[in-house]
């Protein structure tokens, strides 16, 4: 397969990162790194051989040789230049997440036209533990679904120092479209409904977001932040369906996971990141002696989440395999965003459409 000419927007830590795995792949070609900082662009260039930059897109657009362009950029300022890249025929790799509502993803859709869309929500749902567990549910072992389970609480941690502070697009509705829901909720979220086919049709949310505790903000959160640190959802869908989610960081708690689907017939037990040693667990129960036993379907895997989002982007525009997470994927898990932060400024539950 010819390598797909892609360019990426953003010379900061994930436009890095990008690079970095891209330039591994024979099925990318780095052809051009554009960022208004000259410094950053240069350094990025220079260390991963992309041999043009860019100081804007209007300049980047008159390079007719690009066929794709990763726009890794905080939320807050992606969507028209999303608009942009799409108006100019470029197909179009967008990072997490999408968009910072429903109407902004809307506006991307409706100038998508013929091109690839994707976005890098999708990161965890391409390692084998995601894969394993498709499986696993595909062939109908567990049953009917009944319950997805997301859990993952973080503790406070130590203050971080000055020259080392959160970045204050993490806790900013404005600038991330969100706090801890738009940082890893997404993620939780797109792991799961993937591995599920993504045949779960959320239709109603009851929830609740918090900000960092007054007595943790000081070393932790920029004091002028807007968003959450800690939401807690129930997901109803149209099949019965129901999705246990909570997400958190900066807790006075210690850490704590699960990802989790339980089926009539049997449960999944998952590790979605690689520090924790990735595996999946299948557990079922012996209808005649009422025992449970537990089945240890993969135990560890390579950490692949940053490789293959734009390899799958770079295949995806040469026909050679679909997008994983396309927009009207990204549109489930925005629908069930706003609908978190509905439900938890109006104290009732908040119906999707």
Known sequence: MEPARIAIVGAGVIGKTHAKFASQSPDVQLVAMCDVDAGKRKAVAEEFNIPRQYESLDKLFHDKDIEGVILALP?????????????????????????????????IMKAQGDRVVGCCSARFAFQESAKVAREIVASGRLGRIRIVRIRGLGAAGERRKADNPT??????????????????????????????????????????????????????????????????????CQGGETIHMERGEFLSQS???????????????????E??????????????????????LLESQESIQHMMPVVNFARAIRGAEPIMTPLKHAMVIQQIVDAIYESSQTRQCAMLP
């Not at 801890?180 to 993937?194: F, H, P, T």
């Not at 520090?275 to 012996?286: A, F, K, Q």
């Open 75 to 107: 939320t807050g300022v992606r969507t028209p230049l999303a608009i942009e890249v799409l108006k100019h025929g470029r197909h179009l790799l967008l990072e997490k997440p999408a968009a910072r509502s429903v109407e902004e993803l809307y506006s």
């Open 275 to 296: 520090w924790e040693n990735p595996s999946v667990t299948l557990e079922m129960t012996d209808p005649a002696t009422g025992v449970t036993e537990k089945q240890v």
């Open 255 to 273: 850490g704590e996971t699960a990802w989790q689907i339980v089926g009539e017939k049997g449960t999944l037990h998952l590790k979605m990141v």
């Open 167 to 236: 970045p204050v697009w993490r806790v900013s509705r404005t600038l991330n479209g969100g706090g801890i829901l738009a940082n890893w909720g997404v993620y939780d979220l797109d792991y799961m409904l993937n591995i599920c086919g993504w045949k779960l049709t959320p239709h109603a949310v009851l929830a609740q977001v918090y900000p960092v505790a007054p007595h943790l903000l000081e070393g932790r959160v920029d004091p002028t932040s807007d968003a959450e640190t800690h939401a807690v959802a129930t997901i109803v």
